[in-house]
């Protein structure tokens, strides 16, 4: 899956678009590499995302194309 529609399917980021400027900007970092929004996302992976207040980083466990609100936070773990 790209990275822009993981970052809205697991609700990080609220719409498309807003990922896609996002790894436009160079703000989405997976696994120590500056992203574009077509990149491809895995189990795994180690996603990065510099915000002005600070960065969230989070490990992705698991990749689906539909997810329910209340299951949204299962496709990922944040790590400080």
Do not use: W
């Amino acid at each position: 899956m790209r990275i822009d529609k993981f970052l809205k399917v697991s609700r990080i980021l609220k719409r498309r678009t807003v990922a896609q400027e996002a790894c436009s900007a160079g703000k989405v970092v997976i696994n120590g590499k500056e992203v574009k929004p077509s990149h491809e996302v895995k189990a795994g992976d180690v996603v990065e995302i510099l915000y002005s207040s600070g960065t969230l980083k989070f490990r992705v466990l698991e990749v689906k194309e539909v997810v329910k609100k209340d299951d949204a936070g299962n496709l990922y773990e944040v790590i400080s």
